[in-house]
């Protein structure tokens, strides 16, 4: 239900055909008891779902029907007819999918608990467990309680219930779908919100759950609503081209004739473009030719009946090579699947033409509904608690989403995180070198940092690098559909992610891992690497001084790219008590040449002498101050670069020679290899910094590496 679609409760209204509802309503109830006939009122839903489910049990549906339209009885919709009228359309949207019995008891019933006075409780004692979670699963929450983020809790609770049972997803899209179609009765500017939100949340998840027949429809009312004039532009095309013949017809009987004399056995349809297509393909080519206004659908029986209705059609005409797609082969990750491919004919016409058998033209069309129950196994059993239940959708995309809406309770990024990760129109699958790690399905665009986070949870904290398709590569590394990925951990999990992770992390999963794992460390808890401003980060999180603390005192907050000194050894003598700090750009350690320089609030920052921002800022006039080490083992954090020949297991091989010196990888860097070089850059924090020598031959001795060096971080 959308409450912005209604009226409030006890409204009248008096529309011609509000009567005659009223009366057909009331006869069914009151007129139909004997022999627990159907009311008229659900008599063409329950035709329709007959149709599909021919031996289903129709008593859960009378007695559903019964009590929304007497919950329901006196409330009105903003059109002004009878409330009841939603929830039985609803109903009718989804038997005509071939939703099962269940689903369409929860339709009748979804409203009841939201906007009357029957409960939850009551529902499951009429109707069962399942019937109750799926009503629950689309009940929003309360603006009362929740305020401003009722609307993106409330679809938080919809996908976890959604993660249980799909089925709550399809009647939300079928609720959404019927308020869409009368949302004219709302004003302009609530329909424009109620529109961009089905634009970035429902048609997505439509797509993902391979509704198509709900998608577009969506699709079209949404742009009708948001894009007025361009709807009417493309609706006036699709009815300037009705007026004429269509010459696709031509195209298909030649098809038919093709298939006929091949024996293969198939029905060849034209399936028209909706608005929105119409609309896309215009932009994508200009003016549209005769034939660009729909494409060949051809059902066959078997799925080797596609591939040979496949070799027919490359063998008569003229194939367009670029235009074929195997999606029988790897199907789509919302189930989809068919042949995709266009062709010349003699005439010179091009046809787009869609092949696929009847199963998977109903799997096409109405996406998880045509799975029905997914607490059945296939063969019809109910499930037990230790059955994986039957929704091939759970591994993926839902997931993910399930996932990190855990991690992130701020309602407001869920939300943006929501339709960011939604927006993505594609998925991409990558596979493991390790036979015993399945497949990983990400969005298009993702990197090998969202990678390690759908792969390892937070374990990939400690990810260094990885390998793409045999070769190292850098986490920031875009990966493509096929690429086979393995990903490379400390081996002591002492690492931790960088802020520039943020910069190439493009799932909320990894997103949100990453700046809760930031957040958690402050700029002076030992091992934090250095803060740098993440670029389009939606909001900055600053730090507040403890009460009672000043600026310049040590209980105050500490500029980026600064660690605190107490402990690590290093003393300023021209400046007794302040805060002394080692820069984060040289990070130096003893026994190190160093010069300190005070900063804004007092406290003194300690460079390397050789650093540049040292020279920089004795050139620019500043006073440098002397700075000594304390005698005895001091802790140090250090920047190693080493450049080596590439080769397979480098990196490993360097990690596992840090590790032996007993040093915490603190984050890591592997550029692409060039010219058969490559450079790898560590941080690293040093129980003793006088280990640094041995470490530093450590990595030399390292099979390809010619040269490891101390390393400065310039800043603009």
Known sequence: MSAEATAPRGRRGHRRDVLRLRQLGRAAIFGTAVNNRLPDAIEHVAQVHRRHHPGADLDALRRAYLLAESAHRGQTRKSGEPYITHPLAVTLILAELGAETTTLTASLLHDTVEDTEVTLDQVGTAFGDEVRHLVDGVTKLEKVDYGAAAEPETFRKMLVATGSDVRVMSIKLADRLHNMRTLGVMRPEKQARIARVTRDVLVPLAERLGVQTLKTELEDLVFAVLHPEEHTQAKALIREHARRPDPLAAVAEAVREVLRAAGVAAEVHIRPRHVLSVHRARRKRGELGPCDYGRLLILVGEDADCYAVLGELHTCFTPVVSEFKDFIAAPKFNLYQSLHTAFLDDEGRLAEVLVRTHRMHRVAETGVVALGDPHRSADGEAAGDDTERADPTRPGWLSRLLEWQRQEPDPDTFWSSLRDELASDREITVFAERADEGPLQLPAGATCVDAAYARHGKAAHACLGARVNGRLASLRTVLRDGDTVRLLLAPDGGSGPSPE???????????????????????????????????????????????????????????PGEVAA????????????APVRLARCCTPVPPDRALGFTVRGGAVTVHRESCPSAVRMVGAGRQPLAVSWRSGAVEGRVTLRAEALGRAELLADLTEAIAAQGVAVVHAEVEPPRQQRVRHTYTLRLPDASRLPGLMRAMRRVPGVYDVSRAVHTRP
């Open 501 to 559: 992770w943020l910069d190439y992390a493009v799932t909320p999963a990894a997103r949100i891992a990453i700046r809760r794992w930031l957040d958690a460390r402050t700029p002076e808890a030992e091992g934090e690497p250095e803060r740098a401003a993440p670029v389009a980060e939606p909001r900055a999180r600053t730090r507040v001084p403890a009460p009672g603390t000043q600026p310049g005192t040590a209980g105050a907050p500490r500029p």
């Open 566 to 577: 107490e402990a690590q050894g290093a003393e300023v003598p021209d400046a007794p008590g």
